[in-house]
């Protein structure tokens, strides 16, 4: 089989800043993707325009990010001016097969990437490029692949898919049945945790007690996330109080980023070598008035993340709340046996995630296989 560079079988342009003033929002020029941030999906999702461009993608060019996202791609969904953020990437079509050259770039991708070099950030160039090196089949053995890796690409995309709708339901589920159909009843915070609020402990440069401790990672994402801890050296042992205590709420006291502070996630374990941060709160709740996993998802909903930034202090760039701001906060509070069957809801979907999510994962190790037999010539 013929051994080929992307340069020999596509046409690339280089992306190029526009000057200054030609950026603007009133759809002069052409949209401008500057970069993968202007990616959506499969597509490109402009943000701004450029009235000056001197490199363009048309409708169905492949658009390639090099620099920071190094190698990821979508399909220009219209004509398109090129920032220098991105390629463009025309299969040449006598050669290249253009669904063949979709799953191509994707299958290049880590090999472009490994390319990167910069001081600020990585970035690749023409050469870099141009110089990616692959077996080339005739056309109709490309077009024979491709269909292939479409098909599979299909089934991994429909399961992604699937998991995404099981991320999302609990919301859904949450707002039907709590934020509909009138006020619910509402009680504030301080009256439903079973103890006092407690602020956690953070590691001291003159400390000689080597423990761990969570970083503000573990509760600022879609979960609680016991991975996401460090070695620290701290005065003392960890206190009982400064260390994870399963069913309890951990609370972001602090942050930079104003859409992360007061954000929550309940604590699935109990460790009592690990201790929370002082940038966190610990909340323990009263399981005779509520149930843990109804808080937790009613924590982080639109009605409570307003009263949570509309508290929030800001000192040097950092939001912060206290326990006296959390105590104010106001919850919708249905019923215990309501709460609780809301919560058992939730595990119904967490299962159903879980398994959706393995084999999630199933799919993406054989397509990565599919795709990389393909690229052999032995598919």
């Not at 953070?202 to 990672?217: A, F, K, R, Y």
């Not at 206290?322 to 069957?341: A, F, K, R, V």
């Amino acid at each position: 089989m013929t051994i080929v560079r992307l340069a020999d079988v596509t046409e690339i342009a280089m992306g190029q800043a526009p000057p200054g003033d030609a950026y603007n929002d009133e759809g002069a020029g052409l949209p401008l993707v500057a970069g993968a941030g202007d990616f959506a999906g499969d597509t490109t999702s402009p943000k701004k325009y450029s009235s000056i461009y001197s490199k363009v993608a048309e409708a169905g060019d492949i658009v390639l990010s090099i620099r920071a996202s190094i190698g990821a791609r979508v399909l220009a969904g219209q004509r398109v001016a090129l920032g220098r953020g991105v390629a463009g990437i025309r299969p040449r079509s006598e050669l290249l097969d253009a669904r063949y050259a979709w799953h191509l770039i994707e299958h290049l991708a880590p090999a472009l990437a490994a390319k990167g070099r910069g001081a600020t950030f990585l970035q690749v160039n023409r050469t870099d490029i141009a110089e990616l090196a692959f077996p080339l089949p005739p056309l109709p053995e490309q077009r024979r692949i491709a269909a292939i890796l479409d098909e599979a690409d299909a089934l991994r995309r429909a399961r992604a898919r699937a998991v995404e709708y099981l991320r999302e339901l609990p919301s859904a589920l949450f707002a039907d049945a709590f934020e509909t159909g009138g006020d619910p009843q509402r009680v504030r915070v301080s009256e439903i945790h079973g103890g006092t609020l407690r602020n956690g402990i953070s590691p001291s440069t003159s400390g000689t007690v080597v423990s761990e401790v969570l970083t503000l990672s573990a509760i600022t994402g879609d979960g609680f996330d016991f991975t996401q801890r460090k070695i620290g050296t701290f005065a003392s042992e960890h206190h009982s109080a400064k260390t994870l205590r399963a069913g309890e709420l951990l609370i972001c006291r602090g942050n930079g980023n104003r859409d992360l502070v007061g954000r929550a996630q309940l604590v699935d374990r109990t460790a009592d070598a690990v201790a929370f941060p002082d940038t966190m709160i610990a909340m323990t709740l009263d399981p005779s008035a509520v149930n843990a996993r109804f808080v937790a998802t009613a924590w982080n909903r639109p009605s409570v993340r307003r009263q949570i930034q509309a508290g929030a202090k800001t000192t040097n760039g950092t939001f912060k709340i206290n326990q006296q701001s959390i105590g104010s906060i106001e919850l919708p509070l249905p019923p215990l046996d309501e709460q609780e069957e809301f919560a058992r809801r939730l595990e119904e979907i967490d299962s159903s995630l879980e398994s959706s999510s393995g084999a999630l994962r199933t799919q993406g190790e054989l397509f990565d296989a599919l795709q990389h037999r393909a690229f052999r010539g032995e598919l």
